[in-house]
C-alpha cells in the first residue's frame, strides 16, 4: 500500500497515524517533495476522475487565475495538478490496482477489511 500526500496536511496526518494505529504497513510518498509524475497522475485521473482529484475547496485552488477556474477541463486540470500538487485532494492511497482519495476511518477499516 503507498500512500501519498503532503507531510504537513493535517488529513495526511490523520490518516498515517490511523494506519499505523491499526498496525497496517505502507510507503509513504511526499508528492510536494518527492515529485509526482504525469503517468503516475494519469493513472489516478483513469481510476478515480480528474474532477475527483482535484481539490476545489482549498487556498491552491482560490489562488488560480479565474480564466483557468472558469475553463477548467481534463487536459488543463491535468496541467494544473502537475504544476501544483498541493491542489491534488489528499491523501490519495494505492492499495493494488485500487485507489482512493481522501480519509474517512470507517472507510478505510471497510476498504482495507
Known amino acids: 500500500m503507498k500512500l501519498y500526500g ?20 505502507y510507503q509513504f510518498h511526499d508528492f510536494k517533495k518527492d515529485g509526482l509524475t504525469s ?6 485521473e483513469q481510476a478515480i476522475g480528474w ?7 482549498g487556498t491552491t485552488w482560490r489562488k488560480l ?7 477548467i477541463s481534463a487536459q488543463s486540470a491535468h496541467q494544473v495538478m502537475l504544476d501544483n500538487p498541493s ?10 490496482e485500487d485507489v482512493s482519495v481522501g ?10 477489511d
Request: glycine share 4%; net charge positive.
Open 103 to 112: 480519509f474517512n476511518a470507517g472507510d478505510w477499516a471497510a476498504w482495507l
Open 6 to 25: 503532503i507531510r504537513n496536511c493535517d488529513t495526511v496526518k490523520k490518516a498515517r497515524k490511523w494506519l499505523d494505529e491499526q498496525g497496517i504497513e
Open 87 to 96: 491542489i491534488i485532494k489528499r491523501p490519495v492511497v494505492e492499495r493494488g
Open 51 to 57: 474532477d475527483t482529484l482535484l481539490n476545489k475547496r
Open 65 to 71: 487565475p479565474d480564466e483557468v477556474r472558469d475553463t
Open 39 to 44: 503517468e503516475k497522475l494519469s493513472q489516478w
